[in-house]
Nanobody, 125 residues
Framework: VQLQASGGGWVQPGGSLRLSCVAS????????MSWFRQAPGKEREFVAG????????KYGDSLKGQFTISRDITKNTVYLQMNSLKPEDTAIYYC???????????????????WGQGTQVTVSS
């Protein structure tokens, strides 16, 4: 499966952005689609994940309420709505996909075999 992420950019603190990740190449009905982020000098961090079939979601610690993951089944696209952005949210955001993940593995980067190219999000004044 190929993943194409988009929607990043520069935003002032308190602003919002919506990231998109389009999946192609095969059916993703049995997949988990997730967002991770990586800031300079830091490890890749789990942001949010969603099981494509059924819509079960999981969020990174302290991110639920600020970020919302959703999907459009007709477009094979997963979204990440980011609100109340802070400078510490600055990072490259990656989408990832993997089939057959159990819930406890959603937040482990090495669980995923498919990654998009990343989209830069910069939050500054």
């Amino acid at each position: 499966v190929q993943l194409q992420a988009s929607g990043g950019g520069w935003v002032q603190p308190g602003g919002s952005l919506r990231l998109s990740c389009v999946a192609s190449g095969r059916t993703i009905s049995g997949y988990v689609m997730s967002w991770f982020r990586q800031a300079p000098g830091k490890e890749r961090e789990f942001v949010a994940g969603m099981r494509w079939t059924g819509g079960t979601t999981k969020y990174g610690d302290s991110l639920k309420g600020q970020f919302t993951i959703s999907r459009d089944i007709t477009k094979n696209t997963v979204y990440l709505q980011m609100n109340s952005l802070k400078p510490e949210d600055t990072a490259i955001y990656y989408c990832a996909a993997q089939s057959g993940l159990i819930y406890s593995m959603f937040d482990i980067p090495s669980s995923y075999g498919h990654w998009g190219q990343g989209t830069q999000v910069t939050v500054s004044s």
